[in-house]
């Protein structure tokens, strides 16, 4: 596979052959140039709700074949954002070369799969189950925060006695597990490099982590429906850099005045080749200088959360990222959720123990720095997950029918 980046005449001819040959682009315009790409729809997930997977595929493939090989497999995604969708996930994707081979590991390492059932991306029969030859699964089908007492030590175990080198999880679930760990008076075998994914990592999960593994912290950043291609990867900085030749992003405006979106294109995806598609994600696409990374000529992402997940104040909105960075940072505050209603915003807690009145006194100055007309810190043992098993840390009251208390 040519690791070349997708720009400019590199892009357009890939797109253009892309929607020659997918049924599903059958109607969009044909062109060339800039003006042309930059014209076409912005695709979002609406507009793949109620599509046949087939209909991203060359109609010349033999879909059975493919998926006995093992060259594609079924995927549902997890349902985060809106209804599960049926997609066909390309297993022959390479990661970018030297991904862990910058953190001085193999291409083989054994590598342990910690996040929601929904999101594991293949069938896991119980919590525990190996995956490949150097692989293994873990979850909690109770959900995080009810998981057992036994149950967290089945999993410490399978994960002690498994030795990952890679522990590749979503932020949250690690964190919780580290957490009731500890107070069950175990500890986690040490991965070499840890990689972040499946939701925003906040900045509490990846002190507890830090303070827990020494280890690397990276993120991997996609989405199911792309299909398996990975959109950006960490770097040994700790920078998310575009995976540039399997994807090329655009910063365009979003319905937040000052907020861009963030819209991908990967048209050398074997199964759900996306021309200009928005996962519904804020962010910021830079570049760095050239002391900053090995990867200093990649572009990078800054992702500021999702479109959906805004906070509320009387005057505009405030990002994931930015409520995040504002509340992140005060000593024993471990989780939060927060949610806001009519310009004020209530904050679930889960704190250390002996921490409350200094959590809620920072937690309620920084809400109102933020320009909410109140702030109700509220403490708790357990949050509940969305429906994907994901932690939402921010979110409108009203979009997502939560009770204020």
Same mark, same amino acid.
């Given at each position: 596979?040519?690791?070349?980046? !997708?720009i400019g005449q590199r892009l357009l001819v890939a797109v253009q052959e892309t929607l020659a040959r997918?049924?599903?682009?059958? %109607?969009?315009?044909?062109?060339?140039? *800039?003006?042309?790409?930059?014209?076409?729809?912005?695709?979002?997930?609406?507009? !793949?709700?109620?599509?046949? @997977?087939?209909? &991203?595929?060359?109609?010349?493939?033999?879909?059975?074949?493919?998926?006995?090989?093992?060259?594609?497999? #079924?995927?549902?995604?997890?349902?985060?954002?809106?209804? #599960?969708? $049926?997609?066909?996930?390309?297993?022959?994707? @390479?990661?970018?070369?030297?991904? &862990?081979?910058?953190?001085?590991?193999?291409?083989?390492?054994?590598?342990?799969?910690?996040?929601?059932?929904?999101?594991?991306?293949?069938?896991? @029969?119980?919590? +525990?189950?190996?995956?490949?030859?150097?692989?293994?699964?873990?979850?909690?089908?109770?959900?995080?925060?009810?998981?057992?007492?036994?149950?967290?030590?089945?999993?410490?175990?399978? &994960?002690?006695?498994?030795?990952?080198? +890679?522990?590749? =999880?979503?932020?949250?679930?690690?964190?919780?597990?580290?957490?009731?760990?500890?107070?069950?008076?175990?500890?986690?075998?040490?991965?070499?490099?840890?990689?972040?994914?499946?939701q925003y990592p906040s900045r509490c999960q990846r002190r507890a982590i830090a303070r827990a593994f020494?280890? @690397?912290? +990276?993120?991997?950043?996609?989405?199911?429906?792309?299909?398996?291609?990975?959109?950006?990867? /960490?770097?040994?900085?700790?920078?998310?850099? !575009?995976?540039?030749?399997? *994807? *090329? =992003?655009?910063?365009?405006?979003?319905?937040?005045?000052?907020?861009?979106?963030?819209?991908?294109?990967?048209?050398?995806?074997?199964?759900?080749?996306?021309?200009?598609?928005?996962?519904?994600?804020?962010?910021? =696409?830079?570049?760095? /200088?050239?002391?900053?990374?090995?990867? &200093?000529?990649?572009?990078?992402?800054?992702?500021?959360?999702? =479109?959906?997940?805004?906070?509320?104040?009387?005057?505009?909105?405030?990002?994931?990222?930015?409520?995040?960075?504002?509340? %992140?940072?005060?000593?024993?505050?471990?989780?939060?959720?927060?949610?806001?209603?009519?310009?004020?915003?209530?904050?679930?807690?889960?704190?250390?123990?002996?921490?409350?009145?200094?959590?809620?006194?920072?937690?309620?100055?920084? /809400?109102?720095?933020?320009?909410?007309?109140?702030? $109700?810190?509220?403490?708790?043992?357990?949050?509940?997950?969305?429906?994907?098993? $994901?932690?939402?840390?921010?979110?409108?009251?009203?979009?997502?029918?939560?009770?204020?208390?």
């Open positions: 596979m040519e690791f070349e980046p !997708l997918i049924p599903f682009y059958a %109607s969009y315009p044909r062109g060339a140039g *800039a003006d042309w790409f930059s014209s076409l729809p912005v695709l979002r997930r609406e507009d !793949l709700s109620g599509v046949e @997977p087939t209909r &991203w595929l060359p109609p010349e493939l033999d879909v059975a074949e493919a998926l006995a090989s093992g060259q594609l497999r #079924p995927l549902t995604t997890s349902g985060s954002t809106d209804e #599960p969708l $049926k997609v066909y996930a390309d297993t022959q994707l @390479p990661l970018p070369p030297n991904v &862990w081979a910058m953190h001085g590991l193999p291409d083989d390492a054994k590598l342990v799969n910690l996040t929601a059932p929904v999101c594991l991306g293949t069938h896991c @029969p119980g919590d +525990i189950a190996p995956h490949g030859p150097n692989g293994l699964l873990l979850t909690f089908r109770a959900g995080l925060f009810r998981a057992s007492d036994e149950s967290i030590r089945r999993a410490v175990q399978a &994960w002690n006695e498994f030795e990952p080198e +890679i522990a590749f =999880v979503n932020p949250a679930w690690l964190h919780w597990v580290v957490r009731r760990a500890r107070g069950l008076g175990l500890e986690l075998f040490a991965p070499r490099l840890i990689c972040l994914t499946y020494d280890a @690397p912290q +990276i993120e991997f950043y996609g989405a199911s429906e792309f299909g398996g291609t990975d959109l950006a990867i /960490g770097c040994e900085a700790g920078h998310l850099h !575009l995976v540039e030749y399997q *994807a *090329a =992003v655009e910063q365009v405006p979003s319905e937040h005045p000052g907020h861009d979106e963030l819209v991908f294109t990967t048209p050398l995806s074997r199964s759900m080749p996306l021309v200009r598609y928005a996962p519904g994600d804020l962010g910021v =696409v830079d570049t760095l /200088g050239e002391d900053a990374c090995s990867l &200093w000529s990649v572009p990078v992402l800054e992702l500021d959360g999702r =479109v959906a997940d805004v906070l509320r104040t009387e005057s505009g909105v405030v990002t994931t990222r930015a409520f995040d960075d504002a509340v %992140s940072e005060v000593e024993g505050l471990e989780f939060y959720a927060a949610r806001s209603r009519a310009g004020a915003v209530t904050v679930q807690c889960i704190v250390e123990r002996g921490t409350e009145a200094q959590v809620e006194r920072a937690v309620t100055s920084a /809400g109102l720095a933020l320009g909410f007309t109140a702030v $109700k810190v509220v403490f708790v043992e357990r949050l509940e997950l969305g429906a994907s098993g $994901k932690l939402q840390l921010t979110g409108e009251d009203e979009r997502h029918g939560l009770e204020v208390r």
